[in-house]
């Protein structure tokens, strides 16, 4: 009798649960600057984990509301958090008992990218991330169903080795898109009307660092002035302006010329904008410059982080040449939840070069000679992941 029992139960829950949430939601379109996704509640000191950006007027199915954020419903067993503010109730759409995808087409252009047009009945939700090794771009597009029988793909395409789909669920279609190089050098997705579009950064053709365009950002700046230090009262930053300083005259003394700095002055510079910018200026690689800090007063050292798999590479091969100048490891973070490290669009790293709560540390960082050590690590570290990319063609 008990084995019977059970399912009976369980499907009851189901079809209660399919009832509620069939009855019970509004429609959104993502709205703001930068909507993000969030895969739960959970709250920490740079935000909770992110599944990452969504373009704005996407078409949303809110469920529920927990303090400052919506849940909503992504696809029928898939949801997520997102900021209310970025969420505009829409009573003007027309919700459809079903959205399809149709075809797609890929084709290169004269310009860094191979570009994927995804043609959709609505502009839905999706989820993006890297694999590696081999290297793809994965996409999960959400409340769809495929009728996508014609995948146009031309012979300009220089990066995008295959793209090919699976229908994972129900209504959840997985997009996955093969890479050449093993190397992420980035892409960005957004809505051209409703065709979903991944531009698909092509990895430079000559990985020479002085054709690399390299973008350094001094964290920091104006009336967000970081952490201070435990002797001197040093304030993180004023010093993340001149290790960037440092690392840009170096940068151009060694015949980089395509050098991006988010800023050269003491100016406040919010975080998001400074991904607009930077989005904007499209470089190859972003490196972030911070100073650490925290309650123990023993802890020092140097810490890379990192969110994208695909951008692991760097932020280790800088780390190595930090600790290779007597730094102490701290280690190289993934999956971090810092803002900088969220864009998919280039290669990016954070640097903490050193704890300005730490008495050694700190007088490091006060002294000249250390902004011009720590450029020259940082030189080499992008010297030596460039090879490593070589090699790995
Ligand atoms: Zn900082």
């Known amino acids: 009798?008990?084995?019977?029992?059970?399912?009976?139960?369980?499907?009851?829950?189901?079809?209660?649960?399919?009832?509620?949430?069939?009855?019970?939601?509004?429609?959104?379109?993502?709205?703001?600057?930068?909507?993000?996704?969030?895969?739960?509640?959970?709250?920490?000191?740079?935000?909770?984990?992110?599944?990452?950006?969504?373009?704005?007027?996407?078409?949303?199915?809110?469920?529920?509301?927990?303090?400052?954020?919506?849940?909503?419903?992504?696809s029928k067993y898939h949801s997520a958090f997102i900021d209310k503010s970025f969420i505009k109730r829409d009573s003007s759409i027309k919700e459809k008992p079903f959205y399809l995808t149709n075809s797609w087409k890929l084709s290169g252009t004269d310009t860094c990218y191979d570009i994927v047009s995804i043609s959709l009945d609505e502009k839905l939700p999706?989820?993006?991330?890297?694999?590696?090794?081999?290297?793809?771009?994965?996409?999960?597009?959400?409340?769809?169903?495929?009728?996508?029988?014609?995948?146009?793909?031309?012979?300009?395409?220089?990066?995008?080795?295959?793209?090919?789909?699976?229908?994972?669920?129900?209504?959840?279609?997985?997009?996955?898109?093969?890479?050449?190089h093993q190397q992420h050098w980035g892409y960005s997705i957004g809505y051209k009307n409703k065709v979903l579009q991944i531009k698909v950064k092509k990895q430079p053709v000559d990985l020479d660092i002085r054709k690399i365009k390299i973008a350094i950002d001094a964290g920091h700046g104006g009336n967000n002035v970081g952490a201070d230090g435990v002797k001197t009262k040093a304030i993180e930053k004023n010093y993340t302006l001149l290790f960037a300083k440092?690392?840009?005259?170096?940068?151009?003394?060694?015949?980089?010329?395509?050098?991006?700095?988010?800023?050269?002055?003491?100016?406040?510079?919010?975080?998001k904008d400074r991904i607009l910018f930077l989005?904007?200026?499209?470089?190859?690689?972003?490196?972030?410059?911070?100073?650490?800090?925290?309650?123990?007063?023993?802890?020092?050292?140097?810490?890379?982080?990192?969110k994208h798999i695909g951008f692991r590479p760097l932020s280790q091969a800088i780390l190595n040449r930090m600790v290779e100048v007597k730094m102490n490891e701290f280690g190289n973070v993934g999956n971090f939840n810092f803002v900088l490290n969220s864009p998919t669009d280039f290669v990016n790293t954070l640097l903490e070069i050193a704890f300005l709560s730490n008495e050694e540390d700190e007088k490091k960082i006060i002294?000249?000679?250390?902004?011009?050590?720590?450029?020259?690590?940082?030189?080499?570290?992008?010297?030596?992941?460039?090879?490593?990319?070589?090699?790995m063609k």
Do not use: C
């Open 367 to 391: 002294n000249p000679k250390f902004h011009l050590t720590v450029a020259n690590q940082v030189y080499k570290g992008l010297n030596d992941w460039l090879q490593q990319v070589q090699k």
């Open 279 to 306: 989005q904007q200026q499209n470089p190859d690689v972003l490196i972030s410059l911070h100073l650490n800090s925290t309650s123990n007063k023993e802890i020092n050292g140097s810490t890379t982080f990192y």
């Open 1 to 74: 009798m008990k084995k019977i029992l059970l399912p009976a139960v369980l499907f009851f829950s189901v079809q209660l649960f399919a009832q509620d949430s069939a009855q019970q939601y509004w429609l959104g379109k993502s709205i703001g600057k930068l909507p993000a996704l969030a895969y739960g509640l959970g709250e920490d000191r740079l935000g909770g984990a992110k599944m990452g950006y969504v373009d704005t007027n996407i078409v949303f199915k809110i469920i529920d509301s927990v303090h400052s954020m919506y849940q909503v419903q992504l």
């Open 126 to 180: 999706y989820k993006t991330w890297m694999e590696i090794d081999p290297s793809k771009i994965m996409i999960d597009i959400y409340g769809v169903h495929s009728n996508t029988n014609w995948i146009t793909q031309l012979s300009s395409l220089k990066e995008v080795k295959n793209a090919y789909y699976n229908q994972i669920e129900d209504d959840v279609v997985r997009v996955t898109l093969e890479l050449r």
């Open 246 to 271: 440092a690392l840009e005259k170096l940068l151009k003394r060694k015949g980089v010329t395509d050098v991006i700095m988010t800023r050269t002055a003491d100016t406040s510079f919010d975080n």
